[in-house]
């Protein structure tokens, strides 16, 4: 901050003079004895003059400490003062801007039945109709809501916005808002006195991001003044997160994993338990944790939940059953789109001469991806579908999820290009070898960019006689594989005596399973958005013991590749408040159509409907996130057949928020003082930041301290002066009796 430097009465600055007197005196007393040669004290001659030298230097000091005396004294008289050069002058036109927080964790309660959004929206707005109202003003608003681009002097429009803002489920960027507050101050130039008022709770989330911020050293000619509206710490324990895990398909069972956060100063204990579809879908769990940054003040909790047979949407939420400051964050919600069964389909080719029905090359597939023989009634994930190799088409596989090709001898040309799309557009194929494949056609039809491995010559001979190859490396990271047993062994249970052996050189491909001896027995590899697995045996018990101990882990692999194949069921339609929304009617046909996005009911109990257009690349995005709830979306218009014409999306509150601890006035005023920003006021009221920036603009008089230096230049004068005279007595060597 710059200072001005100044007198009350400059004009008694003239008694500066008066510091010449002891100069003047000094020279008028300095009168030189006349030298008279006296031989018999010539051995006192050097003595003597060392003494006058030392004797000079004393007087000369002592001629500068009353100068000072008077000088001093001069200045008081005429009473320096300073002042802040461009600092807060009441009753004087100024332009603000008003930062208001609306972030949800303002929504905090606290006594007396008022919160600290309420506060500071009655304070924002007395400001603006006040005595001293700004002469030009603008609002920024951190969540959503009216954010001025220049300043307006219709104050009364600006407080008809006030009142209209309400709490929104989002974080508080307010480094990014105070930014754009300086912006619109600087951008007028005809109202020097320049201000921004930030009304918030001063969470530590948000006011650590604007302790940092580089706007502010920026703008040293801005008075920033903050409002804290928070009157107590808040008591709040919070549902900061909510993931859901497993197969979204129909009869399988979800996770749902909930992370709770207390923000309180002491421990508390919670209950926490799960709707779907507004009904309890889970027992409630009792959870203590421990006071706020403390071990154990974060707490991770699961539910398992069965999606039932029904295919759709699903929506849920994970609620804390006790109330706190802050209900905001006691619910968390979360939607999911429930696929029906996955569609397999097996094409297996003609069993050899003599071979038994139970080492069919179908045999295996079908009784794993249909143990209940097509019962719809059973709780099942999957629906096979089986085609002979001889009458499989390329329509076959629409519609379908997964396709497994079990000793199909050759493909056609069609039917291998038509396997290559199936993948890239995100299916998930097998290709289990056999006895009646034909290696150089296999590599001749389909392309390098898809078959995983080329096909060599087969190996091994095959009878109760014959030796077998145990498997020695699998890699159980691969989600085909990840968790199936527990035990190592197991994995390691398929013995084979007759396979291809397969090159990977160039291919792009990994290895699920390696054969002692280092040759694969399975290569998969990820084509596009899907994924293809080439096993280098047969799918049944006639080359390996897929029949028999080595069966677990070909079924179960081959039910979790089914299980995993619908690409539609991966994502979770939720999102934090404030982010963007993609809306992507699935299957839509060309450019065009709007799309309606109805918002959770407001305070009216009506439902807000926002009209968005679709671009030509099929997505409508949608911005107004600022409520948490359940967001419904549907074609307007008639749609293209075939296409998704509704959807549904959550929003929930941002997790930053959940934590209500703050700064207090006095430790953010250091911290940005630290930093050299001195037009900073931190108070409860604006009247209070106002009057602390008009405090630091008045003059100040330093009468009194310079009363304090003359007293203390008298005080050091007297006892100079004192130790001078005492300095002139007689040497010891001249006194009587020295001699002796």
């Given at each position: 901050?710059?200072l001005?430097f100044g007198?009350v009465?400059?004009w008694?600055?003239a008694g500066?003079l008066?510091a010449g007197?002891p100069l003047?005196?000094?020279?008028m ?8 040669p006296?031989p018999?004290l010539r051995?006192l ?9 030392r004797?000079?230097?004393?007087h000369?000091l002592?001629?500068?400490l009353?100068?000072a005396?008077?000088?001093?004294l ?7 003062i300073?002042?802040?050069?461009g ?6 036109d100024y332009a603000?801007?008003?930062v ?6 303002m ?10 959004f309420t ?9 603006l ?11 920024v608003?951190?969540?959503g809501?009216?954010v001025?681009?220049e300043?307006?002097g219709?104050?009364t ?6 009142e209209?803002t309400?709490i929104?489920?989002?974080r508080?960027p307010l480094a990014?808002q105070v930014?754009e507050?300086i912006?619109?101050?600087?951008e007028?130039t005809?109202?020097p006195q320049?201000?921004?008022?930030v009304?918030s709770d001063?969470q530590r989330?948000s006011f650590?991001?604007l302790?940092?911020?580089e706007?502010l ?8 003044m903050?409002?804290?509206?928070a009157?107590?710490?808040?008591e709040?324990?919070g549902?900061?997160?909510v ?5 979204r ?8 994993t909930a992370?709770v ?9 919670v209950?926490?338990?799960l ?11 009792d ?13 991770t ?10 295919a ?16 905001t964050?006691?619910?968390r919600?979360?939607?999911i ?10 094409v297996?080719g ?5 071979t038994?029905p ?25 629906t096979?579908?089986?085609v002979?190799?001889d009458a499989?088409?390329?329509q ?5 999820d997964a396709a497994?090709?079990?000793n199909?001898?050759?493909f056609?040309q ?5 396997i290559?799309?199936f993948?890239?557009?995100g299916?998930t194929a ?7 494949v034909q290696a150089?056609?296999?590599?001749k039809?389909?392309s ?7 096909l060599l010559a ?9 030796d077998a190859?145990a498997?020695d490396n ?12 527990r035990?190592q ?7 084979v005596q007759?396979?291809?052996r397969?090159?990977r ?8 399973m ?6 694969p ?5 990820h084509?596009?958005k899907?994924r293809?697995t080439l096993?280098a ?9 897929f ?10 692999m ?8 619908p690409q539609?069921t991966?994502?979770?339609d939720s999102?934090?408040a ?8 699935a299957?839509l046909?060309?450019?065009g ?5 109805i918002s959770p ?5 009506q439902?807000?409907?926002t009209?968005v257009?679709?671009?030509?690349a099929?997505?409508a995005?949608?911005?107004d996130?600022?409520r948490?709830?359940i967001?419904?979306?549907r074609l307007?218009?008639?749609?293209t ?8 999306f959550?929003?929930?509150p941002h ?9 207090k006035?006095?430790?953010f005023?250091?911290?940005l ?8 006021y931190?108070a409860?009221?604006?009247s209070e ?6 405090d630091?603009?008045?003059p100040?008089?330093?009468w009194?301290v310079l009363?304090?230096v003359v ?5 050091l004068?007297?006892v100079?002066a004192?130790r001078?005279?005492?300095?002139g007595?007689i040497?010891p060597?001249?006194k009587?009796?020295a001699a002796?």
């Amino acid at each position: 901050m710059t200072l001005a430097f100044g007198f009350v009465t400059p004009w008694l600055l003239a008694g500066l003079l008066a510091a010449g007197i002891p100069l003047v005196l000094h020279l008028m007393s300095s009168v030189r004895a006349r030298e008279v040669p006296f031989p018999t004290l010539r051995f006192l001659q050097l003595s003597m003059e060392k003494t006058a030298r030392r004797r000079r230097v004393r007087h000369w000091l002592l001629m500068i400490l009353r100068g000072a005396l008077l000088a001093v004294l001069a200045a008081g008289v005429a009473q320096p003062i300073t002042e802040a050069v461009g600092g807060w002058m009441r009753q004087k036109d100024y332009a603000a801007v008003i930062v208001l927080d609306n972030s949800f964790s303002m929504g905090a309660g606290e006594e007396g039945g008022t919160n600290r959004f309420t506060r500071a929206r009655t304070y924002a707005s007395a400001l603006l109709g006040s005595d001293n109202p700004p002469a030009l003003a603008g609002l920024v608003t951190t969540n959503g809501g009216l954010v001025s681009r220049e300043l307006t002097g219709d104050l009364t429009a600006l407080q008809k916005a006030i009142e209209q803002t309400t709490i929104s489920a989002g974080r508080a960027p307010l480094a990014q808002q105070v930014a754009e507050a300086i912006r619109i101050l600087q951008e007028e130039t005809s109202i020097p006195q320049k201000s921004i008022y930030v009304f918030s709770d001063m969470q530590r989330a948000s006011f650590e991001e604007l302790a940092r911020a580089e706007c502010l050293a920026s703008a040293s000619e801005v008075h920033l003044m903050i409002v804290n509206t928070a009157r107590a710490a808040g008591e709040n324990v919070g549902i900061s997160d909510v993931e859901v895990s497993g197969r979204r398909i129909v009869n399988s069972v979800l996770e749902v994993t909930a992370t709770v956060v207390n923000s309180c100063p002491g421990d508390r204990r919670v209950k926490m338990g799960l709707r779907v579809e507004g009904r309890q879908a889970a027992a409630q769990r009792d959870i203590l944790l421990t006071a706020a940054g403390a071990a154990g003040s974060v707490a991770t909790v699961r539910f398992r939940i069965p999606t039932g047979p029904k295919a759709g949407v699903q929506t849920g939420e994970v609620y804390l059953a006790n109330g706190d400051d802050l209900a905001t964050d006691d619910v968390r919600r979360f939607s999911i789109t429930i696929s029906g069964r996955v569609k397999a389909l097996i094409v297996r080719g003609r069993a050899s001469a003599g071979t038994s029905p139970e080492v069919d090359p179908g045999t295996l597939l079908r009784i794993a991806l249909d143990p209940w023989g097509g019962q719809d009634s059973k709780p099942w994930s999957i629906t096979p579908r089986l085609v002979e190799a001889d009458a499989f088409r390329p329509q076959d596989l629409a519609g379908v999820d997964a396709a497994f090709f079990s000793n199909v001898p050759t493909f056609t040309q069609t039917q291998a290009d038509a396997i290559g799309r199936f993948v890239s557009a995100g299916g998930t194929a097998f290709l289990f070898l056999g006895p009646d494949v034909q290696a150089e056609a296999y590599n001749k039809t389909f392309s390098p960019d898809v078959l995983p491995g080329k096909l060599l010559a087969a190996v091994g001979q095959v009878g109760p006689e014959a030796d077998a190859v145990a498997v020695d490396n699998v890699d159980t990271a691969d989600p085909y594989l990840k968790g199936l047993f527990r035990e190592q062994v197991n994995y390691l249970a398929p013995l084979v005596q007759r396979y291809f052996r397969l090159d990977r050189t160039g291919r792009g491909s990994t290895v699920l399973m390696r054969l002692v001896g280092g040759d694969p027995l399975m290569l998969t590899k990820h084509v596009g958005k899907g994924r293809i697995t080439l096993c280098a045996t047969t799918a049944s018990g006639q080359w390996s013991n897929f029949l028999g101990s080595g069966a677990g882990i070909v079924v179960s692999m081959v039910i979790r590749a089914c299980l995993l194949a619908p690409q539609s069921t991966t994502e979770m339609d939720s999102y934090l408040a404030g982010g963007q929304v993609a809306v992507r009617p699935a299957g839509l046909k060309g450019p065009g159509g709007k799309v309606q996005v109805i918002s959770p009911a407001e305070a009216t109990g009506q439902p807000k409907v926002t009209t968005v257009e679709i671009n030509p690349a099929g997505q409508a995005t949608f911005a107004d996130t600022w409520r948490a709830g359940i967001y419904q979306w549907r074609l307007a218009g008639e749609g293209t057949p075939g296409t998704a014409t509704e959807g549904v999306f959550v929003v929930n509150p941002h997790p930053g928020e959940c934590d209500l601890r703050g700064y207090k006035e006095d430790e953010f005023k250091q911290i940005l003082t630290r930093r050299g920003l001195k037009r900073v006021y931190v108070a409860q009221t604006p009247s209070e930041a106002s009057a602390a920036a008009a405090d630091d603009a008045k003059p100040k008089n330093w009468w009194n301290v310079l009363v304090v230096v003359v007293i203390l230049l008298l005080i050091l004068e007297a006892v100079a002066a004192n130790r001078l005279r005492s300095g002139g007595e007689i040497p010891p060597y001249l006194k009587a009796g020295a001699a002796a």
